[in-house]
């Protein structure tokens, strides 16, 4: 599915925005693409990523989920904590065995997510992405 939404709507995005093409490409280097082992197939674009953007959006999504399956909104309650993963390790997995899950459209977003009995503004988050991204932050109290 990340590869279908690369070619079907990045793409297009690209081909109707020059200037957002023309500065990602700017921005673009030269890189080898490798093997775990370290073999060299390919060569391909390396584009820098925006961190912070990403977390911005992480972070109003997180506070839109709480509302929308809780009721209650965060406000300045609490501090949302970002960070994006490389991959869901066996260990995370096993965690967030029992808690709800849910999916947005034909699968674009699927995450899961839980918060503590004793402690309503814990919470933690795990989203996956076009099946190629993966996310996760965390709600805690301001004391």
């Known amino acids: 599915m990340g590869k279908k ?10 081909n109707h925005n020059r200037k957002l093409l023309k500065e990602i490409l700017l921005k673009a280097k030269p890189v080898s693409l490798s093997t775990r082992q370290g073999i060299i197939y390919d060569t391909g674009l390396q584009i820098p990523w925006d961190s912070l953007a990403h977390d911005v959006i992480v972070e109003r999504t997180i506070r839109g ?3 929308h399956h809780y009721g209650d909104i965060l406000g300045d309650r609490v501090r949302v904590k970002v960070q994006w993963l490389r991959q869901l390790t066996p260990d995370l997995i096993d965690k967030s065995r029992d808690w709800s899950f849910s999916v947005l459209g034909k699968g674009e977003v699927a995450y899961k997510y839980g918060r503590s009995q004793n402690s309503p503004l814990e919470s933690v988050w795990i989203f996956q992405f076009y099946k190629a991204h993966w996310a996760s932050g965390y709600t805690i109290p301001v004391l």
Not at 5 to 14: K, P
């Open 5 to 14: 939404f690369f070619r079907e709507e990045a793409i297009r995005t690209l």
């Open 65 to 67: 989920f709480y509302y």
